[in-house]
């Protein structure tokens, strides 16, 4: 596709189930981003990848959340017992060949709501 | 550690008014900064960036920046706002270390009115 697309746009789900969010970057975009847009804390950084591998995992909250690549193309966040905390818009970016200032081209999120 | 600080989180203006967001960062390092806009319900769409050379910095839409080392500022601005300009507005900077790991500010919502 022409941009980065995420699916489901919106999510709905129970305390305590698990969920897969996923990102499908521009073709030839090895580096990948995860971030997360909640009210009360803005926009955070929760993981990179660059290619299928992960050099940076510092912004996920707990160890209920994970996230792999295969293929050096789509990703999966992994949100496992959700809680009402890990309510928010879960926006994921890809870039070109890894430079510092490589733009970064954003999905339109996936809402995450949790009951 | 790189911070980013918005002035205003919400800004209001008249149609035809200067818009004036305001951005300061802190850096250790040289910083690359960026201004992205958020409309509602997409993604973020870069606006501009600065990485080295020239301070003023033009942008999508009749939008630009200027760096100012001396005041760590990277304020964006636009001569003459439009109606389709309401959005909201972030100010990052890259963290560096050989990817573009981003530090965004809290946000600016920008309101336009007649």
């Known amino acids: ?115 | 550690a790189q911070s980013v600080t918005q002035l205003g989180s919400h800004v209001s203006v008249s149609e035809g008014a200067l818009v004036l967001l305001r951005c300061n960062y802190s850096s250790s390092v040289p910083p690359y900064l960026f201004w992205y806009v958020q409309y509602p319900n997409q993604g973020l769409q870069l606006l501009l960036k600065y990485t080295t050379g020239a301070t003023l910095v033009k942008g999508i839409n009749g939008f630009e920046a200027e760096f100012k080392k001396s005041e760590t500022s990277f304020h964006l601005t636009k001569p003459s706002a439009h109606m389709s300009d309401a959005a909201e507005y972030f100010c990052a900077v890259s963290v560096g270390g050989g990817y573009n790991k981003l530090i965004f500010g809290a946000g600016t919502r920008l309101a336009v009115h007649p």
């Open chain 1, 1 to 115: 596709g022409a941009g980065v697309s995420q699916s489901p746009s919106n999510k709905v789900t129970e305390k305590g189930k698990d969920v897969e969010l996923r990102c499908d970057p521009i073709s030839g975009h090895t580096a990948l981003y995860w971030y997360r847009q909640s009210l009360g804390q803005g926009l955070e950084f929760l993981i990179y990848f660059q290619g299928n591998s992960a050099p940076d995992k510092s912004g996920l909250p707990s160890d209920r959340f994970s996230a792999e690549r295969t293929g050096g193309s789509v990703s999966t966040l992994t949100i496992q017992r959700t809680q009402q905390e890990d309510s928010a818009v879960y926006l994921c970016a890809s870039s070109l060949p890894d430079r510092e200032a490589s733009i970064q081209y954003f999905g339109a999120g996936t809402r995450l709501s949790v009951l």
